[in-house]
């Protein structure tokens, strides 16, 4: 059973390796693309901000701990505490720079930022755990004792791949208008999310809290492709 966390490469999870791998991808996108620099402020905040959120939320609980056991920041346990400090660190930091930048944005970096962090994250995602439910799909379930986990996430990391190959193609041809590359992005993303979550067998798969948050994605990118 593949279990990111659980693999190391030196002293890191290979889970945290991957995360380091799709930040530098972005940053290199960035720089060959010529992003604005409103743009790579984006993805500084939400690294930074989702970083300081997920460590700053365990000082938060118990202070005490980390400060008799400072080292073990580096590697706190995995939970969803840690997920929604993420979550929280990052959104008030990009919300930041979207005040900060208010009067500048353009559509047309709308479709940086999907170019530059859908590889990112397609990355990213082939460190995700891929532990899930039972599935639909035989081929998809490795059989560990006497259970059977699905790859959601892996299922949803290669969907992630081809959709963003798909939005590099379009962006190739230049047959789109600014904007409409990220509401491709947008409205993939939803997509593979959904289909990803529906080869679970039963309730309580992995993407069954992220589906409204799909059907969000799916409109917004659908106002997107009507610019």
Partial sequence: MYIPSQVLLGPLPLFNVLLIA???LAFVLQE???TPGRVQDLLWALILGGLMGDK????????AYFVHNPSHLIFTPESRLGLWG????AGLAVLYVLVYHRKRWALSDLDAIALTVSPALALWAMGFNWVGVATRIPLLTIATRHLNHFATYFLWAILMAVGSGVIWILHRSHALKPGQ???????TTAITTVLASLTAASRGNPFTS??????????TGYRLMGK
């Fill in 56 to 63: 700053g939320i365990y000082i938060a609980t118990d202070p």
């Fill in 32 to 34: 060959r693309m010529k």
């Fill in 181 to 187: 590359i990220a509401g491709v992005f947008l409205m």
């Fill in 86 to 89: 993420a979550v929280a660190g």
């Fill in 210 to 219: 992220l589906q409204w948050f799909a059907v969000v994605l799916a409109v």
């Fill in 22 to 24: 799709a930040a530098t």
